[in-house]
């Protein structure tokens, strides 16, 4: 058997499980939502959202620092996407028309927004919840 062959051989018995970065960080941060929402940030452990993800707990400290820079990466994404609805639809109107137009465009895009990460505005009403 030449040399060839048997790293071919040698190649082909090896585990490609090696998973890109951010394909790692989105798998974390997708289980860590679910479970924020399920338990809140202090009902769950680092190693639970790490078992969902198909990880080693020490890629949550790699990726985020730490639970509580994971939970505000959960937060971010959202908070960004909201943010950039109102700085589209409420720049200087040109009319009370426009500035009613702008506010229903505002509104149906902040609902769908809403409906599409229900787990995120579940961690939102619970921290709300709590901190009342």
């Known amino acids: 058997m030449s040399d060839a062959t048997r790293k071919s051989k040698a190649k082909k018995g090896r585990r490609t499980a090696v998973r890109a970065p951010e394909e790692m960080r989105k798998n974390l941060l997708s289980a860590a939502t679910e479970l924020f929402a399920e338990r809140g940030l202090y009902g769950v452990s680092v190693q639970e959202i790490a078992q969902r993800a198909g990880a080693s707990a020490a890629m949550i400290n790699h ?22 609805a109102v700085e589209k639809h409420l720049v200087q109107p040109r009319s009370k028309e426009d500035f009613c137009v702008r506010l229903e465009l505002l509104v149906f895009e902040l609902l769908e927004l809403h409906l599409e990460q229900l787990p995120v505005v579940t961690i939102l009403l619970r921290d709300l919840a709590v901190s009342e």
Request: hydrophobic share 40%.
């Open 63 to 84: 990726h985020f620092g730490g639970k509580e820079a994971l939970y505000r990466a959960c937060l971010g994404d959202f908070a960004e996407r909201r943010l950039a």
